[in-house]
């Protein structure tokens, strides 16, 4: 993938992308169009290389997007199949506007999780929280892992999650927190947090430093792409 200040595309793809609507300043989902993967500068190791890594094995195009240096707009969003809010966003770099796009997007940061009203605050974690609790294995987010505990992350210094509302559908909490969603999701039309509804899938995803997730928490995030 791309980085520092430019928009750059990474990954592969057998397939070019396909636009199936026009363009109307990134209101519209592109289907098959590439991921945006839309991130803050990279420190040194880049905590978005997990990500990076996962959806160049998926064989996904991507456009990398450093928030810092760009601003990020909806017409940023256009042509995309799929908007990525990366860990490493700063939450004041992701536009209230996002709330209102018809694409799907995956979140792991709090603060754009609440400025998309998909979750109340976090729980406070800790450096030593290594692994979540599936509750539904009959999800394909739970990517075929039974119910219980599993470690997804070999170092942490915490684990994204949030208190979304009761219309989100739940797979996986944190295991010592029963009460802190660590995947969760909306379908378009489900009532979020405040009243809004999801006006496409909105998803959220624990991991924080994603260069140190296990293989577990690999595949999880990809059956979140998928």
Excluded: C
């Amino acid at each position: 993938g791309g980085s520092g200040g430019d928009q750059s595309s990474g990954g592969s793809s057998g397939d070019d992308a396909a636009p199936t609507s026009g363009d109307d300043g990134g209101g519209t989902v592109t289907a098959n169009g590439p991921v945006l993967l839309v991130t803050g500068t990279d420190p040194v190791p880049a905590p978005d290389d997990g990500m990076k890594a996962e959806l160049t094995a998926l064989g996904l195009k991507y456009d990398f997007h450093n928030s810092d240096t760009m601003p990020l707009t909806p017409a940023t969003a256009a042509g995309h199949s799929l908007v990525i809010i990366s860990p490493n966003t700063p939450h004041a770099n992701v536009p209230a506007s996002y709330k209102d796009l018809t694409i799907p997007i995956i979140v792991s940061k709090d603060g754009p999780a609440m400025q998309l009203m998909m979750a109340n605050g976090p729980y406070t974690t800790d450096n030593t929280e290594f692994s979540i609790n599936i509750i539904d294995a009959t999800s394909p987010l739970a990517a075929g892992f039974p119910d219980g505990v599993l470690k997804v992350m070999g170092k942490v210094n915490r684990m994204v999650n949030g208190a979304p509302s009761a219309d989100a559908k739940v797979v996986a909490t944190l295991e010592k927190n029963a009460k802190a969603a660590a995947i969760y999701y909306y379908l378009p039309g489900q009532m979020m947090i405040g009243g809004f509804k999801a006006p496409a899938k909105r998803l959220g995803f624990f991991w924080h430093r994603t260069e140190d997730a296990l293989p577990a928490g690999r595949k999880l995030f990809s059956a979140a792409v998928k």
